[in-house]
């Protein structure tokens, strides 16, 4: 029996029927688990960026629902409705990007529990394109993988970009770990930005419904990332360089307009991936699922493509 845990359904804007659990990590850390169910082509395993949580992707469910898919969708540790992992609720940190593999595991286990409709699938925005490329890397379970503008290098300022590595390994144990990185702080981005200074959409009814959301539900969000998430983040990226892309099929949508994770890891990473296709979305900022309609239509149109195609 999975205990059930809250859902904002009035803000996320989903499909009807979204349910939410919580679940326990192996190491105890509780995390939520939202799904939106219905679709019996397949289950969309929805792999969240930092600082996000399930209600934002509630029209992304819609779209997928619209082509058949239902969507799984876990707060990551450290965001969303999941346990904060320091004294301080609103600031971005992981103890090491592995653990995050954890909260996949708890997620996989309740996916089999709930008899989900298989193929499962992966779609990945930002950060959970990190954690996304770590799981493909070994054994998985999934039929296909789409991304979003994946976190495949971090944004460092120019002045130290050539030093991040060594940095990353010499800040783990400073004191310093837990001070904001330069650029952050403890006010989210949707909170300190203006539609016109911000990074992750050009849609205006989409950042409404961002700021409707951490208005009503300020729990949901959390602020700039701490050093040493920062320095987990460098080292993660890093260590999946040097490994080679994995045998699945994979699409992977990056906006023009990009200005939060670093293009060229992404085009490497796609140029050499067997069964990969990079497609650009002119005007596109960081987040394609966030754009205007006709934006995110080509961009469900895509991932369902991919993954009709690779349903057995």
């Known amino acids: 029996m999975i205990e059930e845990a809250p859902l904002h359904a009035d803000l996320a804007e989903g499909p009807e029927g979204g349910q939410a659990w919580w679940l326990t990590a192996a190491d105890g850390v509780r995390l939520r688990l939202t799904l939106w169910g219905g679709g019996a082509k397949g289950t969309v395993f929805l792999f969240q960026g930092r600082a996000e949580y399930a209600e934002k992707y509630g029209p992304a469910a ?67 394109g990190t954690i996304a490329l770590r799981r493909l890397m070994g054994a998985h379970p999934f039929a296909a993988v789409a991304f979003s503008a994946p976190m495949w290098g971090v944004g460092l300022p120019r002045v130290i970009k050539p030093f991040g590595g060594p940095l990353a390994r010499m800040t783990g144990g400073s004191p310093l770990a837990l001070t904001y990185a330069p650029g952050w702080g403890p ?70 307009r990009e200005r939060i994770v670093p293009k060229e890891p ?45 349903r057995g």
């Open 62 to 128: 819609a779209d997928l629902a619209g082509r058949g898919y239902s969507t799984l969708v876990i707060d990551w540790r450290g965001q969303g409705l999941s346990d904060r992992l320091i004294d301080d609720p609103v600031k971005g940190y992981v103890g090491a990007f592995s653990d995050y593999q954890r909260d996949v595991d708890a997620m996989l286990a309740a996916a089999a529990r709930l008899d989900l409709p298989r193929p499962w699938v992966v779609l990945a925005h930002s950060m959970g």
């Open 187 to 256: 006010v989210s981005f949707v909170h300190r930005a203006g539609f016109h200074d911000n990074f992750l959409t050009s849609d205006p009814d989409m950042w409404s419904m961002l700021l409707r959301q951490v208005a009503k539900a300020p729990g949901l969000a959390i602020a700039g990332a701490c050093l040493h998430w920062v320095a987990e983040a460098v080292l993660e990226c890093e260590a999946l360089t040097a490994l080679p892309a994995p045998d699945l099929p994979c699409y992977c949508a990056l906006g023009t």
């Open 266 to 310: 992404i085009r490497t990473r796609m140029g050499s991936w067997p069964q990969g296709q990079l497609a650009l979305y002119d005007g596109a900022e960081h987040e394609v699922m966030m754009e205007g309609p006709a934006m995110r239509a080509r961009f469900y149109d895509a991932c369902a493509a991919l993954f009709d195609a690779h």
